[in-house]
């Protein structure tokens, strides 16, 4: 079964910038849908970014034009670009991958300070 390590997290000020990546223990190349999504504490896990096979992508409202997610096939790496930051994105990140299963990674922390 696939695994997925997240990396890329870590303290930024706002209007910065990070780059997470998750990297699949194999071929990412069939899997239908990968997407990162976010927790902040207290709140519920919410959809950040999902990319599907045929590279359709599609974001939350709230980070439309500062994401962009995308994914390597050839790396078994999808990743999340994270431009003009800020506080509210302060969460653990996390990537999923779904086929005929639904994998998490650990996540990776991002701290956007004000």
């Known amino acids: 079964q696939v695994q997925l390590v997240e990396s890329g997290g870590g303290l930024v000020q706002a209007g910065g910038s990070l780059r997470l990546s998750c990297a699949a223990s194999?071929?990412?190349?069939?899997?239908?849908?990968m997407g990162w999504y976010r927790q902040a504490p207290g709140k519920q896990r919410e959809l950040v970014a999902y990319i599907t096979r045929s590279g359709t992508t599609n974001y939350a409202d709230s980070v439309k034009g500062r994401f962009t997610i995308s994914r390597d096939n050839a790396k078994n790496t999808v990743y999340l670009q994270m431009n003009s930051l800020r506080p509210e994105d302060t969460a653990a990140y996390y990537c999923?991958?779904?086929?005929?299963?639904?994998?998490w990674g650990q996540g990776t922390q991002v701290t956007v300070s004000s």
């Open positions: 194999e071929s990412i190349f069939s899997i239908n849908y």
């Open positions: 999923n991958a779904r086929d005929y299963y639904n994998i």
